[in-house]
C-alpha cells in the first residue's frame, strides 16, 4: 500500500484515504481494513465511498467477517482465482479425447468417434458432464431422430452414458447426474440365407484367396461365434483334443465355453501358420480389428442381399438352422449362442415351434397311413378267388 496519509475512524482497524475520482472533481474516500492473520499483519482497501458505497459502518463488519474466516483476504481471493484459471474444465470434446486415449482403437471406437463429432460435439462438445441438463439431452435426442433411426440415436446417448461413467470412476470430475432416457428400438430382425444364397455364399468364399475372411465366416455359421469372440480368438482357448472353444469376454460377461463340432475343426486346421497367438491375427500378429473390406468383397460377389451382415447375418442363420431343425432346446441354443439371458433367443422360438408343429403333422400321417393300410388289408380279406 502506497505511503499516502490515513485518516482513522471510530472503529477500530478501519481507516481512509483519499483519492480523486478519475473523471470527476470530486474527492473519494478508500477505506482500508487491518488484521492479524496467521501472525501476520494485513491491510487491504475496503472499498470506496461513491464506486463502492462504501462507509466505515460497512467496512468494520468487513473487517469482522475476514478476521473470523467468513471472508477471504484480497489475497486470497486473488490466488483462489488463479487456481480456478489452472484447473481443467473437462469439458465432452476433451474427455472423449482422453476416453479415446485410454481404449484400444477397434472399429466400435473408430464409429463411436464419427458419432461423437458428427451428432454431440458440434452443439455440446464445450459443455462439461455436469452442465448438462435434461433439456439438452432431449434436444438432442429429438434433433438425431429428425433423420436418424432409433437405434442410431441409442448409440449417441450411450457414448453419453460411458463418458460420464469413465470420467467419474477415473474422478477426472463429476458425472451427469440424471437419468438419460432411451429411445425405443427393435433390435429383433433375424437374418436367414435360403439355399441358393447359402451355396452361392459358400462357393465365393472357396474362391476368394484371402487367408482369414473366408475361413472367419465359415466359423461364424459353424459355431455362431460373434465378430469380435474371433478377432481374440486365440489358439491356447482351442481345445482340439476335449473337441471346446473357449470365448472371452462374450457380450454376456463371463467366459463361456461352446463345443468345436467336426466342420468348424476342419476349418480351424485348414488356416495359415504364423506366430502370432491370435488364431485369425490381425497387422503384425496382434488383435485383429477390422475385416470389413475384405468380408464385402466375397458378399457381393456371392450376390447376398444388400442389408445383409455377413458376420452377423450368419451367427443369425447358425441360429435358425438349429431352432428350425426341432432337435435342439431354447435352453441349448442359449447356451450354444452364450446368450445371458433366453430374452435374446426368444427371437428363434417361432422357427422351433413351426419345426415341432411339423413334426406333430407327422405324426397324424402316420397314423392315418395306417389306417389306411389296415383298411387295405381287410378287403384283402374279404375278395374270394373265382377260380
Not at 463361456?256 to 488356416?271: D, K, M, S, Y
Amino acid at each position: 500500500m502506497p505511503n499516502v496519509r490515513r485518516y482513522s475512524t471510530k472503529y477500530t482497524g478501519v481507516r481512509f484515504i483519499i483519492s480523486k475520482v478519475m473523471g470527476n472533481s470530486r474527492a473519494e474516500k478508500i477505506f482500508l481494513i487491518s488484521y492479524y492473520k496467521n501472525g501476520k499483519r494485513i491491510e487491504e482497501k475496503a472499498g470506496g465511498s461513491i464506486r463502492d458505497k462504501m462507509n466505515a459502518l460497512k467496512a468494520s463488519a468487513m473487517r469482522a467477517d475476514r478476521i473470523s474466516g467468513k471472508q477471504l483476504s484480497n489475497r486470497e481471493k486473488r490466488e483462489k482465482r488463479e487456481r480456478e484459471k489452472q484447473i481443467v474444465k473437462w469439458t465432452l470434446s476433451r474427455l472423449w479425447g482422453e476416453y479415446e486415449n485410454n481404449h484400444v482403437l477397434t472399429k466400435g471406437i473408430i464409429t463411436d468417434r464419427g458419432r461423437f463429432k458428427l451428432h454431440i460435439e458440434r452443439s455440446l462438445g464445450e459443455k462439461s458432464l455436469k452442465e448438462l441438463s435434461p433439456l439438452d439431452i432431449d434436444r438432442l435426442r429429438i434433433s438425431l431422430l429428425k433423420t436418424k433411426s432409433p437405434q442410431t440415436v441409442k448409440h449417441c446417448l450411450g457414448i453419453l452414458k460411458r463418458l460420464s461413467y469413465f470420467a467419474t470412476s477415473r474422478r477426472l470430475c463429476e458425472g451427469i447426474d440424471f437419468k438419460i432416457q432411451m429411445p425405443r428400438v427393435s433390435n429383433l430382425k433375424t437374418e436367414y440365407l435360403n439355399e441358393d444364397q447359402l451355396r452361392a455364399l459358400l462357393k465365393a468364399i472357396d474362391e476368394d484367396p484371402h487367408p482369414y475372411a473366408g475361413p472367419m465366416m465359415k466359423m461364424a455359421l459353424f459355431t455362431g461365434m460373434r465378430r469380435g469372440e474371433l478377432f481374440k480368438l486365440q489358439w491356447t482357448d482351442v481345445d482340439f483334443d476335449r473337441g471346446f472353444i473357449r470365448i472371452r469376454s462374450p457380450k454376456g460377461g463371463q467366459e463361456q465355453i461352446i463345443p468345436l463340432n467336426p466342420a468348424a475343426q476342419g476349418v480351424l486346421e485348414t488356416l495359415p501358420k504364423s506366430d502370432s497367438p491370435f488364431v485369425f491375427p490381425g497387422r503384425e500378429g496382434g488383435q485383429r480389428v477390422d475385416i470389413h473390406q475384405q468380408i464385402a468383397s466375397i458378399k457381393k460377389k456371392a450376390g447376398l442381399p444388400r442389408d445383409f451382415r455377413p458376420l452377423h447375418g450368419l451367427r443369425h442363420h447358425y441360429a435358425s438352422m438349429l431352432a428350425s431343425s426341432g432337435k435342439v432346446d431354447m435352453y441349448v441354443l442359449q447356451k450354444l449362442l452364450t446368450h445371458k439371458s433366453p430374452i435374446m433367443t426368444q427371437r428363434y422360438a417361432h422357427l422351433r415351434d413351426e419345426a415341432l408343429k411339423k413334426a406333430s403333422n407327422l405324426v397324424g400321417e402316420l397314423v392315418n397311413e395306417a389306417v389306411k393300410q389296415a383298411g387295405q388289408g381287410r378287403e384283402a380279406d374279404n375278395v374270394i378267388p373265382l377260380q
